[in-house]
């Protein structure tokens, strides 16, 4: 893998990554800073952030396949190499089928992507792709530098790894909610875990894993929504960060939940980097 993301990075939706967070997020020493909630084909942020920042790389976690063609993502790659070359991961995946009309045969979908951006002339070890079955995690070992799981668990990472075998990079992201009250904290996870509870791909993904109908009912079970959003304290969520490094991921993007998180990100840093 050409692109050096360290162990530990910053997961936001793209819509609130300024560059002025990116250079307060690269002070704090992160990894990565990723750009979620399906960023724009054209990559400006990408490029804005780029263009803000002097070393940390930025990663997209991910651009969708069914709204953004791999020709134009992969010019936009291009350009962004060409001015900051080494500093950009290209996470893609197909989204929710919830939420796209055209939706079908996934995983064909996302071979025939890949085939794109390999014409387009984009590296495969500049890519990740989404993935939480075994078919999308083996896809992501053989066609890219490997996998960006969402909503998941260190029991799934495990998993995955197995699934990917020592080589390619696993990077789950991963929520947390630095408060030591549980019930306002919880109650702050279910608000976001309960979106994702009724796409088929993360239920399907978190009853293979061995939850319960009943866990995935009314916004989560208290047990389900402990094991996607850590809370508590900094160094308990911080324990809970390394457990998915422990379980075999090689980075972990971690979104805090909430609009102001860079006290959580300065405590979280100064526990993980030191």
């Known amino acids: 893998m050409r692109v050096e993301i360290g162990a530990f990075g910053v997961w936001r939706m ?8 990116a250079e307060q997020v690269e002070a704090l020493g992160f990894g990565a800073i990723w750009l979620g909630g399906s960023p724009a084909g054209d990559l400006t942020l990408v490029e804005v952030l780029l263009d803000a920042t002097d070393r940390i790389p930025i990663a997209t976690g991910i651009v969708n396949m069914w709204r953004d063609e791999s020709a134009t993502v992969g010019e936009s790659y291009r350009r962004i190499e060409a001015k900051h ?6 996470g893609v995946g197909i989204g929710h089928r919830e939420a796209i009309e ?28 989404a993935a939480l079955g075994p078919k999308a995690l083996a896809l992501a070992a053989v066609r890219t530098a490997g996998a960006h799981p969402y909503l998941t668990t260190p029991r799934h990472t495990g998993y995955a790894r197995g ?24 109650s702050e996870g279910r608000t ?3 979106r994702y ?26 047990r389900l929504v402990d094991a996607l959003v850590l809370h508590g304290s900094v160094e308990s ?16 993007g971690i979104q805090v939940l909430g609009d102001e ?14």
């Open 163 to 186: 699934v990917m075998g020592a080589g390619p990079l696993l990077a789950p992201e991963h929520k947390v909610v630095l408060d030591t009250d549980p019930g306002r904290a919880r």
């Open 102 to 129: 055209l939706y079908q045969r996934p995983l064909e979908k996302m071979v025939d992507y890949l085939d794109g951006l390999d014409e387009a002339g984009v590296p495969r070890e500049d890519v990740v792709l």
């Open 197 to 222: 509870l009724d796409r088929v791909n993360y239920r399907n993904n978190l009853l293979r894993e061995g939850w319960s109908e009943t866990d995935l009912a009314d916004g989560g079970s208290d």
């Open 237 to 252: 969520v911080a324990a809970g960060l390394v457990a998915h490094r422990e379980a075999g991921a090689d980075h972990v």
């Open 192 to 194: 976001v875990v309960s």
């Open 261 to 274: 998180p860079l006290e959580a990100y300065r405590e979280l840093a100064e526990a993980l980097l030191g």
């Open 85 to 90: 070359p080494g500093r950009f991961l290209l």
């Open 14 to 21: 793209a819509r609130a990554v300024t560059p002025e967070l």
